[in-house]
């Protein structure tokens, strides 16, 4: 496993359309995060799982925004009926909860959507 | 909560010569801290942490960061840049205990000038 893989890298959109990416986290990895960034600023929170467990929602997360991550392996980050403000980077990344230890997170490329 | 400020939003500097990206935090409990790199149009890659024990922090790539607690800062250093360090670095921090989401800092773009 080389690290975090998300699919795809690229996406264009028309507004109103759904979309939906996918996150393949580092396998040992039980820690699953969803960030979102948007040009000239740093990756901001969006959604957290523990195994399949969704444990905290930013609250830039919209109703029309959901996150699901079944068999605690890969996740989903869907959007529906997309906004021209929906365009970002949507950026995944995982981390192993080895106990009392936390390590650090890990990041995959990123899925940039543009919403035309 | 913990929140970053990084001041600096770009920073030139010649190819050699030192440099030194800034980051200020915010934290009412004890906290870890990250430097993170980004290349165009790719994810963040780890550049060192600080999680606890000597406060001056070596990474990859040369980088070396300290934490000075009593200032509340982190600041990333390297004597001597290379334009293969042309990037966007992003400090970023997290409470130290148990699960605490990671905020990070707006960035500074360096750009090496040859």
Redesign the interface.
Same mark, same amino acid.
């Given at each position: 496993d080389t690290g975090v893989s998300q699919d795809p890298r690229h996406k264009i959109t028309k507004r109103g359309q759904n979309v939906t990416f996918r996150c393949d986290p580092i396998s040992e990895h039980n820690r699953l995060y969803w960030y979102r960034q948007t040009l000239g600023q740093g990756p901001e929170f969006l959604t957290y799982f523990q195994n399949e467990a969704q444990l905290e929602k930013s609250r830039l997360l919209s109703d029309r925004f959901s996150a699901e991550r079944p068999k605690g392996s890969f996740s989903t980050l869907e959007i529906q009926r997309t906004e021209q403000g929906d365009s970002a980077m949507y950026l995944c990344a995982s981390s192993a909860n080895l106990g009392t230890v936390n390590t650090e997170a890990f990041f995959g490329q990123g899925t940039r959507l543009t919403v035309v | 909560a913990q929140s970053?400020t990084q001041l600096d939003?770009q920073v030139p500097v010649f190819e050699e010569a030192p440099v030194e990206l800034r980051c200020n935090y915010s934290s009412s409990v004890s906290v $870890?801290l990250?430097w $993170?790199v980004q290349y165009p149009? &790719?994810?963040? &890659?780890?550049l060192l !942490?600080y999680l606890s024990g000597s406060t001056l922090v070596k990474g990859i790539n040369g980088f070396e960061a300290e934490f000075n607690k009593s200032q509340t800062s982190f600041h990333l250093r390297k004597p001597s840049v290379h334009i293969s360090d042309t990037a966007e670095y992003?400090c970023?921090v997290r409470g130290s205990g148990?699960? &605490? !989401?990671? +905020?990070?800092? +707006?960035?500074t773009k360096l750009q090496v000038i040859p």
């Open positions: - | 970053v939003s $870890y990250f $993170y149009n &790719q994810g963040l &890659q780890l !942490k992003f970023a148990g699960y &605490q !989401k990671v +905020t990070f800092g +707006t960035g």
